[in-house]
Structure formats: structure tokens, C-alpha cells
């Protein structure tokens, strides 16, 4: 069994690669088994990297942007903590703000994961000093989504 960590927007991925059979694998990603299967062997895929655009820090939901969310800020030892995303998911509502109060248990996003729709709810009273998803954005598993201060 080979062995990965992938650093994704600031999150580490253990990625164990347990069985290989031709164009189809079974890996694990942070523990959760996958059935994946190899779409083009035969070609090398070149990724290009752009630059994300700068999305004033007000807005909150605006059209689903195609740039990969701004790097997450770290929850600082000032009581700022980060709510994560439980599942691998897209967001369908951002229901805060920065600068709102919210009450731990508020609902603070709605993320959809197979095909079920889920409500992230803060884990701390406090204010929302940072926003890091947008509607229609892609995320992973232990992504920060918004920070409470």
C-alpha cells in the first residue's frame, strides 16, 4: 500500500492507494474508503495554476466563482475558531456575514453532500471575523467554511 499526503487550500490528505487492479483503485482519503477508476492512462495531464480572484470581503453569495476558495486563516488562540465541513460537499447557502453575532448551534451554511441537504451550525457563540466558501463552491472534508472570533 502506497502512502500520500496531499496538501489541498491549506488542508493535509492522507491518501492510501490499497488496491490497484488496471484503470481501477481502492483508496482512502483521511480514512474513507474510495472506488475510484483512472479515466485516461494513455495521456499526461499538465495542470496550470491561476491566480484566485479577490472577492470583496462583504459579500457572501454572489454567481459561483470557478477559482478555488481563498486559503483558510488558522484559528488563532484569541477564542477564533473554525467551523469545518464535516463531508466532502457544495455549498448551496452562506447564512452569515462577517461581522454578524451568531449564537452556538445557528445555522451558519448549507452544504449538500449525496444528495442530502446538510446545516452547518457554529460551533461557538461569537462574531464571524472570515468567510471562506462561496455558493456552488466544492469542498473537501475538514475545510474551514467560516470563522467565529
Known amino acids: 500500500m502506497k502512502q500520500f499526503i496531499y496538501r489541498i487550500n491549506g488542508q493535509e490528505y ?31 495531464v499538465s495542470l496550470v495554476s491561476r491566480p484566485a480572484a479577490k472577492a470583496p470581503a462583504a459579500t ?6 470557478a477559482t478555488t476558495p481563498a486559503p483558510t486563516k488558522p484559528a488563532g488562540g484569541s477564542g477564533a475558531g473554525s467551523v469545518k465541513s464535516p ?29 442530502m441537504e446538510n446545516a452547518i451550525q457554529a460551533t461557538q457563540d ?20 467560516v470563522t467565529i472570533g
Do not use: R
Open 14 to 44: 492522507i491518501v492510501a492507494v490499497n488496491k490497484m487492479e488496471g484503470d481501477l483503485a481502492e483508496v482512502a482519503v483521511n480514512g474513507t474508503n474510495y472506488k475510484v477508476e483512472l479515466v485516461n492512462n494513455d495521456e499526461e
Open 60 to 65: 457572501t453569495a454572489s454567481a459561483p466563482k
Open 87 to 115: 463531508l466532502p460537499g457544495i455549498i448551496i447557502d452562506v447564512l452569515v456575514n462577517e461581522g454578524d453575532e451568531v449564537k452556538k448551534g445557528q445555522t451558519v451554511v448549507m452544504l449538500e453532500a449525496m444528495k
Open 126 to 145: 461569537g462574531k464571524v471575523t472570515g468567510i471562506h466558501v462561496s455558493k456552488g463552491d466544492s469542498v473537501l472534508e475538514g475545510v474551514a467554511l
